[in-house]
């Protein structure tokens, strides 16, 4: 089940680097593309940096509607993630070719995809140089999710190994989120 995750912890769903699938809805179309360059920026408010290349369509729609939301899929999304990380929406409507169910967002137009384990809606913090110089957008969380079966007291927690995250490594390959260890920091 999706619950909210308070947004001065929201940053923890992306501490640990997972593969993101960013989208955004303007003008009657909305899209989705794969963005592994997704990084926690602030806490509280919490923000985040996202590098969305000039050429992908998903571009065109934030900058026409100043938000986005990031999805975090999980293992048994893998062949969708990098699906929708090698064709444009540009093309072919991605929603459709690739069975993606996409509900609102709570706070934002862009919708969030169904099936991942978490979700932040953000709305983009306007920095004109840097998103045209290196791709590179400051976006502002304002609501956030997760699944509770794979999220809890604030901290990842997967019940089945096919909710665990994904890193993206190069060309199709990808490592999966793994086990959790906690450091003592007295023992040293
Ligand atoms: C695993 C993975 C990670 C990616 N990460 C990024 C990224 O961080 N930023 C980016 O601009 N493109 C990234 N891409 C490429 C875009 O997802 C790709 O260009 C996509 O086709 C754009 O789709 P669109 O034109 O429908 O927006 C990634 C692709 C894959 C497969």
Request: include cysteine; aromatic fraction near 8%.
């Amino acid at each position: 089940m999706r619950v909210p995750v308070d947004l001065a912890k929201s940053y923890r769903l992306l501490n640990h680097g997972p593969v993101c699938l960013v989208s955004a809805a303007a003008g009657g179309r909305q899209n989705v593309m794969a963005a592994a360059w997704v990084m926690p920026l602030d806490f509280d408010p919490p923000k985040f940096g996202v590098v969305v290349a000039c050429e992908a369509f998903t571009r065109e729609l934030v900058e026409a509607s100043g938000e986005l939301t990031l999805s975090i899929p999980c293992r048994a999304q893998v062949d969708l993630v990098q699906a929708l990380g090698t064709t444009s929406g540009r093309d072919l409507d991605k929603a459709a070719r690739y069975g993606l169910t996409l509900t609102p967002g709570s706070r934002v137009a862009a919708p969030l995809v169904e099936g991942c384990v978490g979700w932040l809606e953000c709305r983009v913090v306007p920095e004109p140089h840097i998103e045209a110089a290196y791709d590179l957008f400051i976006v502002e969380a304002v609501a956030a999710f997760a699944e509770d079966s794979a999220f809890q007291n604030g901290r990842w927690a997967f019940a089945r190994d096919e909710q665990r995250t994904l890193h993206h490594v190069a060309g199709g390959s990808y490592f999966v989120t793994g086990e959790a260890v906690t450091a003592a920091p007295e023992r040293l």
